[in-house]
């Protein structure tokens, strides 16, 4: 069975960083792109960021772009999110998802809160 | 960027009816070189992570029950729910995978009515 397991989520300032992870087990990790989706409070689902099995490709949401940085380590089976210079509106619960040939996304975590508020 | 929209925002429909929610995208997601929409179904329930229903549009993810089903092509698509059961209440999403960004459209409440 394949899980996701997030963690790293909570209260930061405005302007302040926060590195979210992604466990992952029951798959070969190396093998699938693997993305991470927000939802803000109350709102609708919107894509983040992707990253292709090796590393070698990523691509992110404009609204991210320069702040943060979608990485994996095959070795540890884990997926990270390094979110620098956060904004009140990065507010949002954040899915680790696999998505599979980087299209749609077969299989979530149960998401890890994050708060930028002062 | 591809604007998903769907309608309506909100249904409620009887145990055992036909729930019909409509997905229309900015442009057209049909991908004429292997002839797949390029498109995908969620359902999340309250308090839970959102599960894939349905990919390529009209293909059903393994295990998902067969009264779900995906149609229509290019930037007109729906998703139907024939007999509905009390487990599907939920909020429903449409995804494009066509183009960067992906987009989801902003969501449809199923309640019972």
């Known amino acids: 069975e394949v899980q996701l397991v997030e963690s790293g989520g909570g209260l930061v300032q405005p302007g302040g960083s926060l590195r979210l992870s992604c466990a992952a087990s029951?798959?070969?990790?190396?093998?699938?792109?693997m993305s991470w989706v927000r939802q803000a409070p109350g709102k609708g689902l919107e894509w983040v960021a992707n990253i292709k099995e090796d590393g070698s490709e990523r691509y992110y949401v404009d609204s991210v772009k320069g702040r943060f940085t979608i990485s994996r380590d095959n070795a540890k089976n884990s997926l990270y999110l390094q979110m620098d210079s956060l904004r009140a509106e990065d507010t949002a619960v954040y899915f680790c998802?696999?998505?599979?040939?980087?299209?749609?996304?077969?299989?979530w975590g149960q998401g890890t809160p994050v708060t930028v508020s002062s | 960027d591809i604007v998903m929209t769907q309608s309506p925002d909100s249904l409620a429909v009887s145990l055992g009816e036909r729930a019909t929610i409509n997905c229309k995208s900015s442009?057209?997601?049909?991908?004429?070189?292997?002839?797949?929409?390029?498109l995908a179904w969620y359902q999340q329930k309250p308090g839970q992570s959102p599960k894939l229903l349905i990919y390529w549009a009209s293909t059903r993810e393994s295990g998902v029950p067969d009264r779900f089903s995906g149609s229509g092509s290019g930037t007109d698509f729906a998703l139907t729910i024939t007999s509905l059961q009390a487990e599907d209440v939920a909020v429903y999403y449409c995804?494009?995978?066509?183009?960067?960004?992906?987009?989801f459209g902003q969501g449809t409440k199923l309640e019972i009515k």
């Open positions: 029951g798959l070969t990790f190396s093998r699938y792109w």
């Open positions: 442009q057209s997601v049909l991908y004429s070189s292997n002839n797949k929409n390029f």
């Open positions: 995804q494009q995978f066509y183009s960067s960004p992906w987009t």
């Open positions: 998802a696999r998505a599979l040939y980087s299209y749609w996304f077969d299989h």
